[in-house]
């Protein structure tokens, strides 16, 4: 079955501290790969996304994940956190076959707090 | 700037009542979609439509319709409202390449 797993369902880290964020998923093939971010009350922002090329890809905010595709994973990294980064971030996978409806899976969520 | 529009960021509704949570889009994108949001699940396909008038069920429809006559609207539909949905309710759209945009988010509690 299709899944995205988020392993860690709450981190907290210092600010200036770096951060990583686990994502792990199962696939029929190596699919389209997307971070979003969602501060509280707020919908979901996409962070940054992979499709092909350089596994390694930049995103806004600072962000950027590597896909590796023999771990099935995607994570996401920072360099120093900030205060602002304090938030709900989710991992999602979606089809890469032409005409594709844009379904997206998510995994669990991971909540970022951070400390001064 | 791009974006997608919940109609209510809050709403409270009895039990039994008929609940229509209302999604516009200006993107002119083909897919749109009903995510339900619960901690520690993650977001939960509820329905999505990749035109006007068609919509495929999602992971879990039960309990919900939709309706799309536009291209720019989607509406989830509650038939009779229970308190077990209680949950936020994300609409999302999306032109077919996976990047999906998202709305604000309706927040709905059943009494």
């Known amino acids: 079955a299709q899944s995205v797993t988020q392993p860690d369902i709450h981190i907290t880290v210092s600010e200036g501290a770096s951060l990583e964020l686990r994502c792990n998923y199962s696939y029929g093939a190596t699919p389209y790969l997307f971070w979003y971010v969602q501060s509280p009350g707020q919908g979901l922002q996409l962070l940054l996304k992979?499709?092909?090329?350089?596994?390694l890809v930049q995103g806004i905010k600072g962000f950027e994940a590597e896909f590796k595709r023999s771990q099935s994973s995607f994570n996401l990294r920072k360099p120093s956190v900030h205060w602002s980064d304090a938030a709900e971030y989710f991992c999602a996978v979606g089809p890469t076959h032409s005409g594709n409806t844009g379904k997206l899976i998510f995994g669990q969520g991971t909540t970022l707090q951070v400390k001064p | 700037d791009v974006k997608v529009t919940q109609s209510s960021r809050y709403l409270v509704k009895r039990t039994g009542e008929k609940v229509f949570l209302e999604c516009v889009q200006d993107?002119?994108?083909?897919?749109m979609f009903w995510y339900r949001q619960d901690p520690g699940l993650g977001l939960r396909l509820i329905y999505f439509s990749y035109d006007v008038k068609m919509k495929e069920k999602g992971d879990i429809p039960e309990g919900y319709s939709v309706s799309r006559e536009k291209k720019e609207r989607f509406s989830l539909i509650l038939e009779s409202a229970s308190t077990n949905q209680t949950s936020m309710y994300l609409c999302?759209?999306?032109?077919?390449?996976?990047?999906?945009?998202f709305g604000q988010g309706t927040r709905l509690t059943v009494v």
């Open positions: 993107m002119d994108h083909e897919n």
């Open positions: 999302a759209s999306s032109k077919g390449d996976g990047e999906a945009f």
């Open positions: 992979y499709f092909s090329g350089d596994t």
